[in-house]
């Protein structure tokens, strides 16, 4: 069955361009003009895949709000904005809002196919572990790899894709430094380093919000981040 992506992006020609790349890859693609056309349809289904723009129909922060409702809908939805705009700080407020990443609308069609197609693999792998791995427990976090789900100290913690991915590629060697590359590598996908710490930052704070005393994670100064064993 062919996966389904939505595309958000309020410039027709570009979104046709975009619909049309996607279906020559064998994807399923709805494209919508604006925020509120987009939220109607996934609140009646949710596609695979969520493209997003952050300048939607003269509303210069639709896309981030489209996001958080998106997060709200679904904490395991693929999310990736992509966008005109290249600043730092749109970059960190997209991921820290739940995006599983950032892309700039100067990737080539290639690359952007070759983005979305990782992303699918990774939640693949995760859904197909080995046999004798289906849940992994490390101390308080229990990970179940069947439904994508963790749980801290017995309270559910909800992640992103990406964060699932981080966290379970930490927890499955304790104690063991994991570099930035390492993350990206096991993910099967590219990001900046800038991308990786945004997601460990967002991962703590949700933690943290479970037990304010959270410190499982520690960063490696120039080096990368380990899981530590209780």
């Not at 409702?69 to 290249?86: G, K, N, Y």
């Not at 991921?95 to 197609?117: C, N």
């Not at 992994?136 to 992640?159: M, N, Y």
Request: glycine letters at 6%; a neutral charge; hydrophobic letters at 40%.
């Amino acid at each position: 069955m062919s996966k389904k992506i939505a595309i958000v992006e309020d410039e027709p020609a570009i979104r046709e361009n975009y619909t049309d790349a996607l279906h020559r890859q064998g994807y399923e693609v709805a494209g919508y003009a604006t925020r509120t056309e987009a939220l109607a349809a996934f609140r009646r289904q949710l596609p695979n895949l969520a493209i997003l723009d952050i300048w939607l129909a003269g509303d210069p922060d639709g896309g981030y709000e489209l996001c958080r409702e998106l997060r709200a809908l679904s904490p395991h939805l693929p999310i990736i904005f992509l966008t005109a705009r290249d600043s730092d700080i749109d970059t960190v407020t997209g991921l820290r809002l739940g995006a599983d990443d950032y892309l700039t609308k100067d990737i080539s069609l290639p690359h952007l196919t070759a983005r979305i197609a990782a992303l699918f693999r990774r939640i693949e792998a995760l859904r197909q572990p080995p046999v004798q791995e289906r849940t992994l427990d490390c101390g308080s976090l229990h990970i179940d790899l069947d439904r994508l789900t963790v749980r801290w100290h017995g309270a559910a913690i909800e992640l992103t894709v990406t964060e699932f991915w981080i966290i379970t590629a930490l927890a499955r060697r304790p104690g063991h430094v994991k570099t930035r590359e390492q993350l990206m590598d096991e993910a099967n996908i590219v990001v900046d380093t800038m991308t990786i710490s945004t997601h460990i930052k967002r991962i703590r704070r949700k933690f943290s919000a479970i037990d304010p005393g959270f410190k499982a994670i520690d960063a490696v100064y120039g080096v990368g981040y380990r899981w530590n064993a209780e």
